[in-house]
């Protein structure tokens, strides 16, 4: 199975926008898929999820400001940001659900390698 594959980070004004994207093949229309984000010397968080049936949850953190979306016409699932903050700032992760990838395999994520999202002041 093909790995998430990010796509769309970079640096950023506070206040601005990005659109983070996610491919990975049909797995993006038959599983769970998330996005994570890492800060330095930080635990990795789930920030928001998307089920195939379109359902998911987005932590309320972020909420209001971050939205995930299934876009039919690339075949991603994307991240929308806006009014982003230097808190923002880290390493994205795309991730699809692991059962649904490699049923019985250890682990809850099937990981993209990440990107990095800069906010500066």
């Known amino acids: 199975q093909p790995q998430p594959v990010e796509s769309g980070g970079g640096s950023v004004q506070a206040g601005g926008s990005l659109t983070l994207f996610c491919e990975a093949g049909?797995?993006?229309?038959?599983?769970?898929m998330a996005w994570h984000r890492q800060a330095l010397r930080k635990q990795r968080e789930l920030l928001s999820t998307?089920?195939?049936?379109?359902?998911?949850v987005t932590v309320d953190s972020v909420k209001g400001r971050f939205r995930i979306f299934r876009d039919n016409t690339r075949n991603t699932v994307n991240l929308m940001m806006t009014d982003l903050k230097p808190e923002d700032s880290a390493m994205y992760y795309c991730?699809?659900?692991?059962?649904?990838?490699?049923?019985?395999?250890?682990?809850?994520?099937?990981w993209g390698r990440g990107m990095q999202v800069t906010v500066s002041p």
């Open positions: 991730a699809a659900d692991l059962q649904c990838v490699y049923p019985g395999a250890s682990g809850a994520w099937w």
């Open positions: 998307l089920k195939p049936d379109g359902t998911g």
């Open positions: 049909d797995i993006i229309n038959r599983c769970e």
